[in-house]
């Protein structure tokens, strides 16, 4: 494991970060997207590829040998990052193709219902909704209140479900079983973070299984599987230092044995027969074809980097650097923050994350580009959650997100723009 640094001081770790834009020194606020890379990163993907490149597990020789160690080395990494075991870890492309693996693999049908929530981004949203026309299986999406959950409507809905309705002709037809429950632990779009063990409990109660989104939650703060209460868990290396290509499905042993593989081919398999296959065990079942082998390297060495940091230090660090940008957007005349909720019921603060969202009299489009004339990147648009802008009744936010390497000056230097473009647009 890495020796254990200090955040302030890390951004000489990344080499991007010293570019200027438009002539401008960067400021990259655009990390839920995607996050820059850290020299060590980039170096353990170099030496991959100049040492040890070879495809994993069939080989005898050296380096396939030296390969399929770095592999399972980088699944070990991340296993003990989130308090998992190995064998529950899959590899995948990213967030959407692990969340992907449990819509297609539960074998939903008539009988069954899946609900979402209108906060999903499109990766947890479309692949049920879809899952659902295809089979028959009922779709439902429960409402947000302030970028956070609304949890009666969520037992509500469970509820409605359990009734049994009357059937067209004679007698009575069950209503369809609740078979998953599925939930962003952070809104990409607003920062607001849910409370994954309640809404679990509520799952487990209807014999329903709860998958979690944690793109935007993994990376921001320490996460012990084994008490979440989530069946799945889905995450990408990207958004947490890691390179692109490389995404994480984790579930427990009972969720993971519920599903059927859904892309077949070489190293998924045990033993092939003309007239059937039989799958190899877990976690390979689901990991069909060679694969990306020197980018689970670089997230096994984004997972070392983060640890050496602390989990606890980075929360506090971005959850910082989030609540000091809202409540400076908050005070500019014509901004309108969105999803800051506020302390819930249960004592956490609502948003604790590194994302501040927010209208103003320029369109985001607008806002983004005026931004990126001095330098600061951020996003501008529906962030992938089309429904959540609908219920939300805007056409899209700006938004910006921190993370590790940014600090208190990007922070005003991104809010004083924000107000003078703010204050020019409201004049002309
Ligand atoms: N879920 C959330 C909450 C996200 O923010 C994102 C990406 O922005 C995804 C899922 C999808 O991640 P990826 O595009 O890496 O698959």
Known sequence: MAESKN???IRDDFPLLSRRVHGEPLAYLDN????????????????????????IHRGVHTLAGEATDAYEGAREKVARFIGARSQDIIFTKNATEALNIPAYGLGLGRDDAVMVTELEHHANFVPWQQQCIRTGARFLIARQQDGMVDIEQVKELVAGLRRTTRGPANGT?????????????TS????????IRELADIAHDAGALLVADGAQCIPHQPTDVRKIGADFLAFSGHKMLGPTGIGVLWGTEDALSELSPFIMGGDMIRKVGKEDTEFAELPHRFEAGTPPIAEAVGLGA?????SSLGM???????????????EALSVIDGVRVLGDAGITADGRNANASGIASFTAPAHPHDMSTLLDAQGIAVRGGHHCAMPLMAALGVNGTTRASFYVYNDIAEVRLFTDAVAGIAARWQHE
Do not use: C, F, S
């Not at 996050?35 to 990163?41: C, F, L, N, S």
């Not at 037809?173 to 632990?185: E, F, G, I, S």
């Not at 990409?188 to 409370?195: D, K, S």
């Not at 929360?315 to 910082?320: A, N, P, R, S, T």
């Open 188 to 195: 990409n779009a607003l920062g607001t973070n849910q409370n």
């Open 32 to 55: 839920a997207a995607t996050t820059q890379k850290p020299r060590q990163v980039l170096d353990a993907m170099e030496q991959y590829y100049v040492r040890h490149n070879a495809n």
């Open 302 to 306: 984004a997972v070392d980097y983060l």
């Open 312 to 326: 606890e230090q980075v929360h506090e660090h971005v959850g910082l650097l989030g609540r000091k940008a809202r």
């Open 7 to 9: 955040i302030a001081g």
């Open 173 to 185: 037809t069950t209503a369809p079983k609740l078979r998953v429950l599925a939930v962003t632990q």
